[in-house]
């Protein structure tokens, strides 16, 4: 079984997981529902970098653990749509498995950097 981490897309299909996160342990950005990490691609001959969002965890026995989910689908909608020089591109997203906490996805935005 590969140790790489399972991805899974808003119509159902899984993969592999493709980024790299540049370092984990220090994001480059915090807020209230979320951090952001720089990332590139795995095994990738490019200087290309990404910024990924990872979407923190709610407690489950929280009411609103579904508003989080509705306010994260709803962000990403907003940004797979809009197109302007001032609002950031979504270029990916997906659940991605927690490999600390067996049987839990986290959401997964990918931008450019």
């Known amino acids: 079984m590969s140790s790489e981490p ?10 592999v997981w493709i980024y790299q996160l540049v370092n984990p342990y220090n994001p480059i950005g915090e807020g209230s529902y979320a951090r952001v990490y720089e990332a590139k691609l795995k095994n ?5 970098f990404f910024a990924i969002k ?3 965890l ?3 026995s ?10 994260i689908d709803k962000e990403i909608k907003l940004l797979k749509e809009l197109q302007h020089p001032n609002i950031v591109k979504c270029l990916d997203n997906f659940w991605c498995q927690n490999k600390h906490l067996p049987g ?10």
């Open 104 to 113: 839990c996805w986290q959401r997964w935005l990918v931008m450019p950097f």
């Open 54 to 56: 990872i979407f923190k």
């Open 62 to 71: 929280s009411d609103s653990e579904e508003n989080h989910k509705k306010s």
């Open 6 to 15: 399972n991805v899974r897309y808003e119509d159902g299909t899984e993969g």
């Open 44 to 48: 990738s001959p490019s200087e290309e």
């Open 58 to 60: 709610l407690d489950h």
